[in-house]
């Protein structure tokens, strides 16, 4: 049996006490695995991401992680600190929130800094993620001198660079035109490839398929309602309608009106 990244069992999370975010989420994620988790926007799949990444932590209910029982205490614990964040990256849905240095190369190594890299390990992590993202011409640009496409490749990065074993992907491919967003898919897929463990919340229907070996939906109580392989669900036209992750197209063709359930949600 593969190793257990994530545990969580009966994981509670409201924002100031009132709001319900998540309730009684058990999800078990093994080592090297693609894992998407679908659901309407405000069903709680970036508060699942921020508990993952331990931004935040469960009200009730726990999260093992790593071997480790996640506690806010840990974040007292300099080499518990460095340990987890070296090994677990997130990346935010919009860059904007993720990129705030000076400039491109700022942004990339400002972690490895942060973590105490060596400047010889700073030097050789950031030539060869600047080969792998094509974004050499980049580095010397403020973000806010980027194109939408050029920020999340840059946000992506600022997170590879670190080597994580384990992605969380808050919508990689919101926004952006169809060949960065293949450039993204495949990037996220050669990380996989090499071990690495994929975590990607969207509702977005056209990607889950290359980026799942399965599916948890959450639906609009804040629960998941739904585990499956990715086929299953993205084929099951009335489970998607019903909750919100698709819609009906009508087309009109004369005197005719036909329907069709596309695989997306824009």
Same mark, same amino acid.
């Given at each position: 049996m593969a190793r257990?990244?994530?545990?969580?069992?009966?994981? !509670?999370?409201? !924002? =100031?006490?009132?709001?319900?975010?998540l309730c009684d989420i058990n999800l078990n994620i093994e080592e090297g695995s693609k894992i998407v988790i679908m659901g309407a926007n405000g069903t709680g799949k970036t508060t699942?991401?921020?508990?993952?990444?331990?931004?935040?932590?469960p009200q009730k209910g726990y999260i093992?992680?790593?071997?480790?029982?996640?506690r806010e205490n840990l974040l007292n614990d300099w080499?518990?600190?460095?340990?987890?964040?070296s090994k677990v990256g997130l990346l935010f849905q919009n860059p904007d929130v993720q990129l705030f240095s000076p400039t491109v190369k700022d942004e990339l190594i400002f972690s490895l800094l942060n973590l105490g890299f060596t400047q010889k390990e700073i030097e050789k992590r950031l030539s060869k993620i600047v080969q792998l993202f094509r974004i050499?011409?980049?580095?010397?640009?403020a973000p806010y001198q980027l194109s939408v496409g050029e920020k999340k490749k840059v946000a992506i990065a600022s997170v590879l660079i670190m080597e994580p074993e384990v992605l969380l992907l808050d919508e990689p491919t919101a926004g952006l035109d169809p060949q960065t967003t293949r450039d993204i898919i495949d990037i996220i897929l050669k990380e996989n490839s090499?071990?690495?463990?994929?975590?990607?919340?969207? %509702?977005?229907?056209?990607?889950i398929e290359e980026l799942a070996d399965k599916v948890y939906v959450l639906g609009k109580e804040n629960k998941i309602v739904r585990s499956d392989y990715p086929k299953e669900v993205l084929y099951d036209?009335?489970?998607l309608l019903k909750y919100n992750l698709? %819609?009906? =197209? !009508? =087309?009109? =063709?004369?005197?005719l009106v036909h329907t069709h359930l596309p695989l997306h949600n824009d």
């Amino acid at each position: 049996m593969a190793r257990l990244i994530f545990e969580l069992k009966g994981v !509670y999370f409201s !924002y =100031h006490g009132k709001i319900p975010a998540l309730c009684d989420i058990n999800l078990n994620i093994e080592e090297g695995s693609k894992i998407v988790i679908m659901g309407a926007n405000g069903t709680g799949k970036t508060t699942l991401l921020m508990l993952l990444d331990a931004l935040i932590f469960p009200q009730k209910g726990y999260i093992r992680a790593l071997d480790r029982e996640f506690r806010e205490n840990l974040l007292n614990d300099w080499e518990f600190v460095r340990f987890f964040r070296s090994k677990v990256g997130l990346l935010f849905q919009n860059p904007d929130v993720q990129l705030f240095s000076p400039t491109v190369k700022d942004e990339l190594i400002f972690s490895l800094l942060n973590l105490g890299f060596t400047q010889k390990e700073i030097e050789k992590r950031l030539s060869k993620i600047v080969q792998l993202f094509r974004i050499k011409e980049l580095l010397d640009r403020a973000p806010y001198q980027l194109s939408v496409g050029e920020k999340k490749k840059v946000a992506i990065a600022s997170v590879l660079i670190m080597e994580p074993e384990v992605l969380l992907l808050d919508e990689p491919t919101a926004g952006l035109d169809p060949q960065t967003t293949r450039d993204i898919i495949d990037i996220i897929l050669k990380e996989n490839s090499l071990g690495k463990t994929i975590i990607t919340a969207t %509702h977005h229907l056209e990607i889950i398929e290359e980026l799942a070996d399965k599916v948890y939906v959450l639906g609009k109580e804040n629960k998941i309602v739904r585990s499956d392989y990715p086929k299953e669900v993205l084929y099951d036209e009335e489970f998607l309608l019903k909750y919100n992750l698709a %819609h009906i =197209h !009508y =087309h009109h =063709h004369k005197d005719l009106v036909h329907t069709h359930l596309p695989l997306h949600n824009d």
